[in-house]
């Protein structure tokens, strides 16, 4: 994470809220450490102003007023595969520790 660039970072993070319940408390502890910029994404999907270029042009680049995650590609062009679930998430570290 301490790797993406601040707009990959916002992307994950919309990425994931668009995906995982946030009354999941799993999903909640997770994202934690991203409160402030999880807080800024729900105020700009609230229809709030916001100063913050990243997310501006996050909604100009995938979106029309909003940030659109349904038709972000990776570099090769193919659609990104859903967040994995808790479960999804388990089974690989299981499948590591076995190797």
Excluded at 17 to 39: G, T
Excluded at 45 to 63: C, F
Excluded at 91 to 99: P, S, T, V, Y
């Amino acid at each position: 994470m301490n790797n993406l660039s601040e707009e990959e970072l916002y992307l994950l993070l919309v990425y994931v809220l668009d995906r995982h319940s946030d009354e999941d408390p799993v999903v909640v502890h997770n994202l934690q450490p991203f409160k402030e910029k999880v807080m800024e994404i729900y105020e700009l999907q609230d229809d709030k102003e916001t100063n913050n270029t990243v997310l501006l042009e996050l909604v100009e680049k995938t979106g029309d007023k909003y940030i659109e995650t349904d038709y972000v590609v990776d570099g090769s062009g193919n659609k990104l595969k859903d967040p994995l679930t808790k479960e999804e998430v388990r089974e690989a570290k299981i499948d590591i520790i076995g190797e």
